[in-house]
């Protein structure tokens, strides 16, 4: 998929995500924010058949943890939000988002992606257009060392 793009944005990234793998990992970060007070992750490997997510963090998670995190994102899933976008000047979105992970050189308008009003952040990745197209949502496996906590999780495919 071939992403459209405003005159002056950031380039689409190179490598093509699952557009259903990569709004479910939008989902993840905001939960992992709102429930752990973590920032979101730093890196990620979003495949189609299974994706992860490392974030910087000071422990194992407990089963507890890691059921209600896929219990949340399933819950947004769920509440079929809308996806969208819009676009922010450089100078605006740096006063509302981190711009940490976008490449130094983008100028120009930002791309901010929304999940309803759960999630919205910088992005250039190919999203669904709802939640509803998802799917469920279930994590795989979790793992920590070196102070880096990796979420591995897949999707089923939706109703």
């Known amino acids: 998929m071939i992403l459209k793009r405003k005159a002056g944005t950031i380039a689409p990234m190179q490598k093509q995500y699952d557009p259903r793998m990569h709004s479910a990992e939008h989902i993840l970060n905001q939960t992992m924010v709102r429930l752990l007070h973590t920032d979101r992750s ?5 495949e189609k058949k299974k ?3 490392d974030y910087r963090f000071d422990r194992k998670l407990m089963d507890e943890e890691l059921r209600e995190i896929e ?3 399933n819950e947004v899933i769920g509440a079929d939000m809308p996806i969208t ?7 605006d979105a740096k006063k509302l988002y981190s711009l940490k992970r976008l490449p130094e050189d983008a100028d ?5 992606v929304s999940v309803g009003n759960y ?8 999203h669904v257009k709802s939640t509803k197209e998802i799917g469920t949502f279930c994590i795989v496996s979790a793992s920590f060392g070196n102070g880096i906590l990796r979420i591995r999780y897949k999707l089923s495919q939706p109703e």
């Open 51 to 53: 994706s992860k997510c």
């Open 71 to 73: 219990q949340k994102v």
């Open 42 to 46: 730093f890196s990620a490997h979003i």
């Open 108 to 112: 120009g308008d930002i791309r901010i």
């Open 85 to 91: 976008e819009e676009y922010l000047s450089k100078k």
């Open 119 to 126: 999630d919205a952040c910088p992005c250039i990745g190919p």
